[in-house]
């Protein structure tokens, strides 16, 4: 599986951006994905899932109310609009495919990733 993330920028503190993974072929579809992000000198960090049929979702407790992950598997593609952005979110955010149908924020669930994109919210 290929998965392709897209939709990062430049955006003011306040401000929304939307970030889009579209995976390569429909094996995704049965698995849960996942957002992570990376800011420099940083460990990764976990931002959000969703369960394969889109029933489940979990978020980090530092974006949760700000950011909503959704997925449309028949586009092979998830989401993660992003509001209320705030400096702390500037990173570049990894999409991933789990091996699992649900999964939350376990590293080693994720095995298939992207290649990221680089959000970066100015204050």
């Known amino acids: 599986v290929q998965l392709q993330a897209s939709g990062g920028g430049l955006v003011q503190a306040g401000g929304s951006l939307r970030l889009s993974c579209a995976a390569s072929?429909?094996?995704?579809?049965?698995?849960?994905v996942g957002w992570w992000r990376q800011a420099p000198g940083k460990e990764r960090e976990f931002v959000a899932s969703?369960?394969?049929?889109?029933?489940?979702?979990v978020y980090a407790d530092n974006v949760q109310g700000r950011f909503t992950i959704s997925r449309d598997n028949a586009k092979n593609t998830v989401y993660l609009q992003m509001n209320s952005l705030k400096p702390e979110d500037t990173a570049t955010y990894y999409c991933?495919?789990?091996?699992?149908?649900?999964?939350?924020?376990?590293?080693?669930?994720?095995?298939?990733w992207g290649q990221g994109t680089l959000v970066t919210v100015s204050s």
């Open positions: 072929r429909r094996t995704s579809s049965n698995n849960a």
């Open positions: 969703i369960s394969w049929r889109g029933d489940s979702t």
């Open positions: 991933a495919v789990s091996r699992y149908s649900y999964s939350g924020r376990g590293l080693p669930d994720y095995h298939y």
